[in-house]
């Protein structure tokens, strides 16, 4: 049985959590507290899931879930995530994250610097634009006239089929919005970060539509 480590058991790192054990995966969770503050949690998505330390976590992972923000100073566990595709749920957000010169003027996205920090993972960014509640209640099955999409950024193949196969499994249909340079474009603020339900066309005709604004232009 394959198994995600998530590192972040908030809102987004909890329902990821949620989402993968209903289709079938093993988790293992943590927090910046401590895997003893993680108890109600575990208890509460059952026996396919236990809590450990970031490290714990990233090492046991068949691939890893980081649902917390970029800190300039890395406080990822490099060592215990090399070699591992690594989704990057994360948006730069300046009212949380304070200015971060290299993204604000466009040279570099929130993406590429948490690959930098991650040099021997392969990382991809994922589950960025939608409400962490939405992964559990908008899904739907392959073929549906219905079905959502949902975008994808990564320098990595393997990366991207790891996340194409979630989102299927979670009834999304994927967007390729690769390389990591180019996730900027699903962004807060930009079209496709809307959070509102997106055909595979719409997600695409958004994407597109996206343009670059320094964030010091605007905050």
């Known amino acids: 049985m394959t198994t995600i480590g998530i590192i972040g058991a908030g809102e987004v790192g909890s329902h990821i959590a949620r989402a993968a054990i209903a289709n079938g995966y093993e988790v293992v969770i943590a927090n910046s507290r401590g895997p003893e503050t993680l108890r109600g949690l575990v208890e509460a998505l059952g026996p396919s899931a236990r ?11 068949d691939f890893v879930i980081v649902a917390v923000p970029l800190k ?17 749920t994360n948006n730069y957000m300046v009212w949380r994250d304070g200015h971060i010169p290299v993204i604000d003027s466009g040279q570099k996205t929130v993406h590429e610097l948490r690959q930098e920090q991650l040099p021997t993972s392969r ?14 209640t908008w899904g739907r099955p392959a073929g549906s006239p219905d079905r959502l999409a949902l975008s994808a950024s990564s320098d990595y193949v393997d990366a991207l089929e790891i996340v194409t196969r ?3 499994q979670f009834g999304f249909d994927t967007v390729d919005n690769s390389p990591l340079s180019e996730s900027w474009r699903s962004a807060p603020g930009q079209p496709a970060w809307k959070q509102e339900r997106q055909s595979r066309s719409e997600l695409i005709a958004n994407l597109a539509k996206a343009r670059l604004v320094k964030a010091s232009a605007v905050g």
């Open 72 to 88: 300039v100073d890395n406080d990822m566990p490099v060592e215990a995530l090399a070699g591992k595709v690594v989704l990057d």
């Open 166 to 168: 979630l989102y299927d």
């Open 51 to 61: 809590a450990a330390t970031a490290a714990g976590a990233a090492a046991a992972g």
């Open 123 to 136: 990382v991809v960014k994922a589950f960025t634009h939608i409400q962490a509640p939405r992964i559990l």
